[in-house]
């Protein structure tokens, strides 16, 4: 266990006691000197054990500028900041954490019950801040998600980024609206009943107004990241830089009663330590539990197909309680037709989409042509609520060189195939912001940077990053504000026809779910590959009450043997009806084993056992 972390108390930074007396403590191992300086306010710290220094002072006030001085340097912006109002460049803000929370009575809903609703605070309203999104959390509700899940908010360059150039891990980012702000976005939320899920990266740290390197070694050159040196988990001087990440994740929980963090790319984590920096994540996320009886989950991005991630600790697992399945979405949509190229070459459809139906990962100790090595192993023993599914997010969505969402890729029915497979599927489903109504504006990618040379560093990598999958055209200009506006959702489609049918069918689909999936433990997939359909029957164990889906991604209409071992009870929804702007499918009269089964649609029946 490393030393000094109190879970009940943040102990990095700038913090006040109950009197109003500053605790200043910072990470500076080879410094000789460090002076706090604020305004007309020049304070030594007192070097103390594991290179941190630290001091106690009445003198420094909530609202105060201040920066830290290194053995005579320039001054720097403190690496734990809770704000930087004038940006990654400016001089940080000292903060009181304290909030008068009205949630007390909040009780963390079960995992099993999470319905993901992915979001980008700047892009998901027209005023692209929290203040926004609390005014839409009622649409929210309407829908049927059980949580929101956010979009990184650490303080990034400029005033519009996706959230994965954070640069101050504890600072939330001033043109969202700030500390204050989304802890009442956090209270709200749990007032009406949302859980709140939010995006950290704990794999690397953006590269304009990074200065973590000139307090001591964050980084390590040992190994590499798609985004430079990778931070130091394991080397030399690592402590410190494990402290300050457990200090963060701990914080969201505590500090701003946040209910799950979603853990970006951990694969690209460097740490052959003993104890893995997610194992210690975990590790004192459970103390936090057991102080405070309040539940928080870890939920990791993960491409490794690896289920030591989702293994408990005390089994040498890394202790996440789920992980983003990127595989079921890339056979579901090959399934539909994506074009089997770059990263999606490697999937057959729909074959591999019941694979993936049946184990979450589609590639279990078999050959990648992506990877060119043979990839991954069985999760067999997980539960299906440790796998997070989804057809559309902001990677898969984004990281096309147009942004296109699903609705503009797809057909109608094919849009209304892949909602019903997320949202029918055993694993927890998860919404992309505007999804629920067929958005037709692009996710694009989009920074605000002030350096030039990096500027057009991002818009060489975008072009290069398309090469493969986009043979012709060339991606918007990151750098360009009006990429960012194109990227909000209009808000006025759920006035139109079509757009509001697209809405009250995930209503129904939700609903749905909630009523008949929720207990649901077991399942099996029937491939008819020559037709392209896929049946998906979900039971519970020991009762022959089962949910039967049925799924055809071909373009021609089928007429289907029901499995001799199952009796349809009743149709619960069919993508194909008249109420969904369907053509319409049904049992065949007189013939309670056969359906015909519409082009690009599904349809979900109770049965049973015989």
């Known amino acids: 266990m490393m030393q000094d972390i109190n879970v009940l108390k943040r102990g990095i930074g700038v913090n006040f006691d109950k009197d109003g007396l500053a605790e200043v403590r910072v990470w500076a191992p080879d410094a000789t000197q460090v002076c706090l300086v604020a305004e007309s306010l020049s304070l030594e710290l007192q070097s103390d054990d594991f290179g941190y220094w630290t001091a106690i002072s009445d003198l420094i006030k909530p609202g105060m500028y201040y920066e830290f001085v290194l053995d005579n340097g320039r001054p720097l912006p403190d690496p734990a900041a809770l704000a930087q109002p004038d940006g990654v460049h400016g001089r940080s803000m000292a ?24 979001l980008h605070p700047g892009t998901f309203t027209a005023v692209g801040d929290f203040n926004g999104v609390a005014d839409r959390l009622d649409h929210l509700i309407l829908l049927g998600v059980t949580a929101i899940e956010l979009m990184p908010v650490a303080a990034f360059p400029g005033k519009r980024n996706w959230g994965y150039d954070g640069v101050f891990p504890f600072a939330v980012q001033e043109s969202y609206g700030g500390l204050a702000s989304l802890q009442r976005l956090v209270d709200l939320c749990h007032q009406k009943g949302l859980a709140v899920v939010l995006d950290v990266v704990y794999n690397h740290l953006g590269p304009e107004g990074n200065c973590l390197a000139e307090f001591g070694p ?114 579901l949509k090959v399934s539909g037709g994506e074009p089997a ?97 067929g958005e037709t504006n692009p996710f694009l990618y989009f920074v605000n940077h ?17 090469a493969e999958m986009f043979a012709e055209g060339s991606p918007p200009d990151p750098q360009d504000e009006a990429t960012f506006m194109h990227s909000k959702l209009n808000w006025n489609l759920l006035s ?51 949910v039967l889906c049925v799924m055809n991604f071909s373009a021609h209409q089928h007429i289907l043997d029901i499995p001799g071992h199952i009796l349809i009870s009743e149709e619960l929804l069919n993508s194909a009806a008249a109420q969904w702007l369907g053509t319409g499918s049904t049992l065949i009269e007189n013939n309670p084993k056969k359906i015909i089964v519409q082009p690009e649609s599904f349809i979900a029946y109770t049965a049973r056992y015989v």
Request: charged share 25%.
């Open 95 to 118: 903060m009181r954490l304290d909030y008068g929370w009205n949630d007390l009575s909040w009780q963390n809903i079960p995992l099993q019950d999470y319905i993901f609703y992915e």
């Open 218 to 331: 964050y980084f390590t050159d040992k190994y590499k990241t798609p985004w430079g040196n990778a931070l130091n988990f394991d080397d030399q001087d690592s402590d410190g830089v494990r402290a300050f990440f457990v200090e963060n994740a701990l914080m969201w929980f505590r500090d701003f009663h946040v209910d799950a963090l979603r853990l970006d790319a951990v694969h690209a984590i460097k740490d052959f330590g003993a104890v893995h920096i997610l194992q210690q994540i975990r590790t004192y996320t459970d103390l936090l539990i057991q102080q405070t009886g309040r539940m928080h989950y870890l939920i990791a991005e993960c491409d490794l197909n690896d289920p030591r991630y989702i293994t408990p600790v005390e089994a040498n697992g890394l202790g996440m309680d789920a992980q983003w399945v990127d595989e079921f979405h890339h056979a």
């Open 341 to 437: 190229k770059g990263y999606y070459k490697d999937f057959s459809g729909i074959r591999h989409l019941a694979k993936s139906y049946k184990d979450a990962y589609v590639y279990t100790d078999m050959y990648s042509k992506e990877r060119k090595k043979t990839f991954g192993r069985s999760a067999t023993g997980h539960a299906p609520s440790q796998f997070v599914v989804f057809s559309q997010n902001h990677d898969q969505t984004g990281n096309r060189m147009l942004g296109e969402r699903t609705s503009m890729l797809f057909s109608f029915e094919l849009y209304k195939l892949f909602a019903a497979a997320v949202l029918f599927s055993p694993y927890l489903p998860m919404l992309f912001m505007g999804e629920e109504w």
């Open 450 to 466: 002030g350096d030039q040379g990096l500027i057009e560093m991002v818009r060489a990598g975008r072009g290069a990053e398309f």
């Open 496 to 546: 139109e026809d079509r757009h509001a049918c697209i809405f009250r069918y995930y209503q129904r689909l939700i609903a749905l779910r909630k009523r008949y999936l929720s207990s649901k433990n077991t399942r099996n997939v029937i491939v008819l590959e020559e037709d392209n359909c896929l049946l998906l029957e979900q039971g519970t164990s020991g009762q022959d009450s089962l």
